[in-house]
């Protein structure tokens, strides 16, 4: 089997150079706004109908609204475009020491967009096609079926600690393979639970205390979208 070259680093710099955005055309009319924080290595866009992040060899649009309106990506990315140019910043670190206004809740958005910006980093590029690749994606998977069990199936409201419990139980669930004749689910989730009371008992009897800010709220019967306060509350 005939080897491949590898490609040198001035060919991958000249070939990255000649794609530019040609995939994706952006039109830069009176709407067109971006910014590019270099620290980070993360280009924003934003226009009438389209948000665009880009970053590490990706390049990632979104449409301005979706079923339910208009999107959260769209919104987000809109908003700390806007950020940047009102306190003339391409770095991130440095929003993130000028964003100080709570009254427009401006730090709560640049803490969302953060958590999600390097949330969004390595899942679109681990496809599992190594070994180690393949125990990534699997807990990757994984995570990603205990958040949705744990946010969907939500009948309180839950502090951190107890978000996280829950979580973990999920996530302990899934790591185990003990055949299919025998359910012990329940069982185990209770040993989970008595572990974490456990936890919490030691933390109260070394003087400490668990916070009781609410992290996940229960949905309203109306909508399933939380207040500004109570995100407030988050941070």
């Keep these: 089997m005939p080897q491949v070259k590898k490609p040198s680093k001035k060919q991958l710099e000249k070939k990255i150079e000649k794609l530019g955005s040609a995939i994706i055309h952006i039109p830069q009319d009176d709407s067109y706004k971006s910014v590019y924080f270099e620290d980070m290595g993360v280009k924003l866009e934003i226009t009438k109908e389209w948000a665009i992040y880009s970053r590490n060899f990706c390049v990632t649009s979104y449409t301005s609204t979706v079923s339910s309106g208009f999107s959260q990506p769209y919104q987000l990315i809109s908003f700390i475009i806007n950020l940047s140019e009102k306190y003339k910043c391409n770095r991130f670190e440095d929003l993130k020491k000028l964003a100080t206004n709570e009254e427009e809740l401006e730090i709560i958005y640049v803490r969302c967009f953060e958590m999600w910006a390097y949330s969004l980093l390595q899942p679109?590029?681990?496809?599992?096609?190594?070994?180690?690749?393949?125990?990534?994606?699997?807990?990757?998977?994984?995570?990603?079926?205990s958040r949705t069990n744990v946010i969907f199936d939500i009948k309180n409201d839950m502090t951190k600690a107890e978000l996280f419990n829950e979580y973990i139980k999920?996530?302990?669930?899934?790591?185990?393979?003990y055949g299919n004749d025998i359910d012990l689910s329940e069982k185990i989730l209770k040993l989970e639970d008595d572990c974490f009371n456990e936890i919490k008992n030691e933390i109260t009897l070394s003087g400490g205390t668990l916070s009781e800010h609410i992290l996940l709220f229960k949905p309203k019967e109306d909508s399933g979208d939380i207040s500004m306060e109570e995100l407030g509350e988050l941070f």
């Design 124 to 145: 679109q590029f681990e496809c599992g096609l190594t070994s180690v690749g393949m125990s990534n994606l699997f807990l990757m998977y994984s995570s990603f079926l």
């Design 170 to 177: 999920k996530m302990r669930l899934l790591s185990l393979d």
